[in-house]
């Protein structure tokens, strides 16, 4: 069984990179991060126009119907997500980094494309809803190889800054939030409701798909990894000098993926906070402000923006911070601030459903999200080997939003319509911070089991 290796020993021995420049940094990073924000920009405006999506491709006689029908087809494509982590993560430990990160774009770009241009369910009847749910699939799947190859792509260029790195892929998704409540926000706001629920909604679509070409062409101009290329040449001389690894061989127990079954169900717990941080707190909060509290829609979408806003500005921040201090030290710290203040804050704002309170339930929320999910990365790939990064991260990431995230819009809905209590958004929320702090805490155990086992080997 392969335990996790402490950061200092994460990085791959083969490889000693050059100190990238300012131009390849901005590169590495946009070109990560891209694919990221493109997804989350999808997902978010899906959810925050889950109301018009419902009437337009699955019109049903009762409302709340429609709507969990529109909203569970939003769930139903991470049920692809494990699959497309397996295929696209063996493929990226395979084929290198970039060639994942150019495919998972590329599929992402059917789903959005899907949504710009799909007639209603009124002009082609059931193909519609069919067709929706194909291309959700499709996106899932893409989706689900998307994290672990990028993550791998980032971390794999830098061993001293692999927190500041990897946090970029939650400073995008903060910027896809920003992006998307804008949409929601200003399309609300500005354009009457016939022609939002006519045409209007498609636009967030239509910008998501003019992104994603861009994404691509960069993405296929990319060199791959030092760490990947070390470590491929490694193999292929092994492979033409006919042979193979012995059995007692660590690198070849950390090429086989059979043996990362206990970190990859820690990673899966580690992921629990950060996604249950964007499905409750930033999808879902529109619809509660707007159903539950009664609070005007322009007004809701804005406060998410605050939410995205210190998510996408914070991330970076604590990823650095990460670098110097450790990674476990400052999520364990949010783990148990989310865990104490999460119901008390929601029980407030019940009780005063005004923007204000749900301003400071959405900013502190946002500076939790950052300081939580920037370090994530980074300690993720510091759970798995080089030669089972890709698909480790991939596979754990995606179980963890396909339990946590994917249906917890449709739960959280579901439990307040058959029992009325609004606080049910706190509950998943603390069930979600309970087990990630117990993850870390193991995670931290096993860390430091390995230094004091390199501590007292002989040199």
Same mark, same amino acid.
Do not use: C
């Given at each position: ?31 990560s ?11 978010l ?37 494990p ?14 980094r ?23 369910? !009124? #002009?082609? +009847? =059931? /193909? $519609? ?7 959700? &699939? ?32 939650? !400073? #995008?998704? +903060? =910027? /896809? $939030? ?7 926000? &200003? ?40 760490e ?78 605050l ?7 914070l991330?970076?921040v ?19 601030l ?23 339930l ?74 990630s ?17 390199q ?5």
């Amino acid at each position: 069984m392969h335990t996790p290796a402490p950061p200092s020993a994460a990085a791959s021995p083969h490889a000693a990179p050059a100190p990238l420049s300012k131009a390849m940094v901005r590169r590495i990073v946009f070109s990560s991060s891209v694919g990221n924000a493109l997804e989350w920009f999808d997902f978010l405006v899906y959810g925050y126009f889950a109301t018009i999506i419902a009437k337009q491709f699955f019109p049903m006689q009762d409302e709340w119907l429609s709507t969990l029908l529109a909203i569970a087809t939003f769930g139903i494509s991470f049920l692809m997500r494990p699959l497309g982590a397996v295929v696209l993560g063996m493929y990226g430990d395979r084929k290198g980094r970039k060639a994942a990160l150019t495919l998972a774009i590329a599929l992402m770009m059917v789903g959005t494309f899907t949504m710009a241009v799909m007639p209603p369910y !009124a #002009s082609i +009847g =059931l /193909a $519609a809803p069919v067709l929706i749910l194909l291309a959700r &699939l499709v996106q899932g799947f893409a989706v689900g190889g998307e994290f672990g190859s990028a993550t791998a792509f980032m971390v794999e260029h830098s061993a001293s800054r692999r927190g500041y790195y990897a946090s970029w892929q939650f !400073a #995008s998704q +903060g =910027l /896809a $939030a920003i992006t998307a409540a804008a949409f929601g926000s &200003l399309l609300t706001v500005w354009m009457p409701s016939e022609q939002l629920n006519s045409w209007g909604w498609r636009l967030p679509f239509v910008f998501g798909l003019l992104v994603g070409p861009v994404g691509y062409y960069i993405r296929s101009h990319l060199d791959e990894t030092p760490e990947f290329l070390a470590l491929n040449k490694a193999r292929e001389a092994r492979e033409a000098a006919g042979l193979r690894p012995v059995a007692n061989d660590e690198e070849a127990k950390g090429a086989s993926f059979a043996n990362q079954w206990v970190n990859l169900l820690l990673a899966v717990g580690i992921v629990a906070q950060s996604t249950v941080g964007v499905y409750v707190l930033q999808l879902y909060m529109p619809m509660y402000a707007g159903k539950q509290l009664h609070m005007p829609a322009a007004a809701s979408f804005g406060v998410v923006v605050l939410n995205g806003g210190l998510q996408f500005l914070l991330s970076p921040v604590m990823g650095a911070l990460s670098d110097r201090i450790g990674r476990i030290r400052i999520m364990l710290t949010t783990s148990v601030l989310m865990g104490a203040l999460i119901y008390p804050m929601f029980a407030l704002l019940q009780s005063h459903p005004t923007i204000g309170w749900l301003l400071l339930l959405q900013g502190t929320a946002g500076i939790f999200k950052a300081a939580y999910s920037g370090p994530m990365p980074a300690l993720m790939s510091e759970i798995f080997p080089t030669q089972v990064r890709s698909t480790g991260l991939s596979i754990g990431y995606s179980i963890g939003v396909t339990i946590f995230g994917g249906f917890a819009p449709t739960i959280v809905e579901t439990f307040i319509h058959l029992t009325g209590d609004k606080l049910a958004p706190s509950y998943y929320v603390l069930i979600a911070a309970v087990l990630s702090g117990l993850s870390l805490v193991v995670v931290a155990f096993r860390m430091r089991r390995v230094r004091l086992m390199q501590a007292v080997q002989p040199a």
